[in-house]
């Protein structure tokens, strides 16, 4: 459900901007991963032959890379990210305000997954904290449509202010 909402969402801000109507059509839709953590869409109007067929220039969509996006990372153990989490309050990086708006732990086929929301890359401690992070855990992906997919099929662990929890802990 999570991703549909997504997927409407997506092609919604799309219809507008590049005028292609997926309304009353079926469609298919191709969704490829690339290797850097960014992934291709690829959605084609099904249409019946009885109907006028125009034809379409196809168009690229560029991400904007500073923009502010979810990140997954991997650990094998709780103790792993309880870990970080002990590194994080010896080095007094203690508040996550102005580097993201919320981290949450997930259990998912016996692995904990660490996803971080609307991370801001220009925060004055975000090259401490991907300095630091990198050691405990191992990056996953910053697609938000992995992000989804561990949230509509993991168990949840620290709901809220993961980092921050996992301090006290």
């Given at each position: 459900m999570l991703l549909e909402n997504l997927f409407l969402q997506y092609s919604m801000k799309h219809t507008i901007k590049c005028g292609f109507d997926t309304n009353n059509y079926k469609i298919k839709i191709d969704a490829k991963?690339?290797?850097?953590?960014?992934?291709?869409?690829?959605?084609t109007k099904v249409v019946s032959l009885?109907?006028?067929?125009?034809?379409?220039?196809?168009r690229r969509i560029y991400k904007n890379k500073?923009?502010?996006?979810?990140?997954?990372?991997?650990?094998?153990?709780?103790?792993?990210?309880?870990?970080?989490?002990?590194?994080?309050?010896?080095?007094?990086?203690?508040?996550?305000?102005?580097?993201?708006?919320?981290?949450?732990?997930?259990?998912?086929?016996?692995?904990?997954?660490?996803?971080?929301?609307n991370v801001n890359q220009n925060s004055e401690h975000s090259g401490q904290f991907f300095t630091t992070i990198v050691e405990f855990c191992t990056f996953v992906s910053d697609?938000?449509?992995?992000?989804?997919?561990?949230?509509?099929?993991?168990?949840?662990?620290?709901?809220?202010?993961?980092?921050a929890i996992g301090q006290k802990i």
């Open positions: 991963s690339l290797v850097d953590g960014s992934f291709i869409l690829t959605v009885v109907e006028k067929r125009k034809k379409a220039k196809p500073s923009e502010l996006k979810t990140i997954s990372y991997s650990f094998d153990s709780m103790d792993d990210f309880l870990s970080l989490c002990r590194e994080f309050k010896r080095i007094k990086l203690t508040s996550f305000d102005g580097l993201c708006s919320d981290s949450i732990c997930y259990k998912l086929n016996n692995q904990y997954f660490l996803v971080i929301e697609n938000s449509l992995f992000a989804c997919s561990i949230r509509e099929r993991g168990d949840v662990i620290i709901k809220k202010n993961a980092l």
